[in-house]
Nanobody
Framework: VQLQASGGGLVQAGGSLRLSCAAS????????MGWFRQAPGKEREFVAS????????EYAQSVKGRFTISRDNAKSTVYLQMNSLKLKDTAVYYC???????????????WGQGTEVTVSS
């Protein structure tokens, strides 16, 4: 199983980025997908999750209303649209998968390599 995250970069506060995570080696539509992040010196934290089907979502309170998680099962890809970015959103973002019904904040056992997001003032 491979989860390949991309789309990170440097953006000014208030800007937007869209992260993508392409999955291979698994039946994507049967997996709940999640995004997590780890800021420098901090523990990894849950950001968002989307269920396998039908699509239900869950967000961390810190990103609710600014971030949107979505998935395209035909492309085996999950996305994280990040708007109104803040300095505190700076982190390495990871996608993850599990076979629970979802959405869920825990129980992930497939992880991608991470993509770095830096928000500048």
């Amino acid at each position: 199983v491979q989860l390949q995250a991309s789309g990170g970069g440097l953006v000014q506060a208030g800007g937007s980025l869209r992260l993508s995570c392409a999955a291979s080696g698994l039946t994507f539509s049967t997996y709940t997908m999640g995004w997590f992040r780890q800021a420098p010196g901090k523990e990894r934290e849950f950001v968002a999750s989307v269920s396998r089907s039908p699509d239900r979502v869950e967000y961390a309170q810190s990103v609710k209303g600014r971030f949107t998680i979505s998935r395209d099962n035909a492309k085996s890809t999950v996305y994280l649209q990040m708007n109104s970015l803040k300095l505190k959103d700076t982190a390495v973002y990871y996608c993850a998968a599990n076979d629970e019904l979802g959405p869920t904040r825990t129980g992930y056992y497939y992880w991608g390599q991470g993509t770095e997001v830096t928000v500048s003032s």
